[in-house]
């Protein structure tokens, strides 16, 4: 079953921390319109579009799923630096989380 759509519903990190609900719902409107953006570029190969077009629309939303993840990753930072219970631990996962989109 799917789960629900509310982006109002808090993200843990492995601290304890929450990430701001602000910046999950801006996370999240990201990665609809990068939804939007790839049903277009299937638009675009199912009428025959040209490559470069294609290829340029594909980037597109290929960086819109880039921007949310730093944007996520950035929330998680801020949260983590925010907390009380920040942790070595905590930090060097989303230093590695970080890293692995470079």
Not at 44 to 54: H, K, L, P, Q, V
């Amino acid at each position: 079953m799917a789960r629900p759509t509310n982006a109002q519903n808090p993200i843990l990190l492995g601290s304890g921390a929450q990430i701001d609900p602000n910046e999950v719902t801006k996370v999240r409107n990201r990665l609809s319109r990068a939804i939007g953006q790839l049903q277009g570029v299937v638009g675009m190969i199912d009428n025959g579009e040209s490559c470069e077009a294609t290829m340029m629309q594909m980037l597109a939303a290929s960086k819109a799923v880039d921007r949310a993840a730093f944007a996520l990753l950035l929330a998680g930072f801020n949260a983590c630096s925010d907390s009380a219970n920040d942790s070595a631990e905590s930090r060097a996962a989303l230093e590695r989380l970080f890293m692995s989109l470079a």
